[in-house]
């Protein structure tokens, strides 16, 4: 029972700390924090055994550190760099899949991408939100409540980030 706990309270961590990111400055600071949160995650994910989670959670890390280098004129911010990332997950959920709860994260993964690639901050909000619903449906499924719960507060964030901009 209490490494049940852990593995949720190693979920809420990875959610504090990304949520902390939020906070820095300057947009590498908050890719570093962020990679940071993603240990969190990976570790959660591996000992919960869900390797779908861990292996696209590990590749969205990836993402993370290379967009870490992304300036405005550098081919990290090509199309050819979200589709390649977008390929590499369709092909690691394929090879992972032990239940189909997957294509949840796979979904989820996707959209983090295409919102990653977006300039205006509007659309970055608009499209993490059904990010986080697809990641909370994955983490539901595979019992990782503490995902769940985090994924579900990230979308929340986000939808009144949206809302307080209209207003």
Known sequence: MYFQILIQILAVIGLIVWTISYHFKDRKSILLVQL??????IAHFVLLGAVTG???SSIAAIRVGVFYFKTKNNWIGKPIVAWFFT???????????????????????????????????????????????????????????????????LSLSALVSLLKKKS
Not at 36 to 41: E, H, I, K, R, T
């Open 54 to 56: 861990a292996v696209l």
């Open 36 to 41: 940071l949160s993603f240990v969190f995650w």
């Open 87 to 153: 390929l590499v997950l369709v092909i690691a959920t394929y090879f992972t899949l032990t239940t189909y709860w997957a294509i949840f994260a796979l979904i989820g993964g996707i959209f983090a991408i295409i919102a990653s690639t977006q300039d205006k901050e509007n659309r970055i909000r608009l499209l993490f939100i059904p990010s986080h619903l697809s990641w909370a449906l994955y983490d539901i499924f595979i019992g990782s409540y503490g995902g769940a719960v985090s994924e579900g507060l």
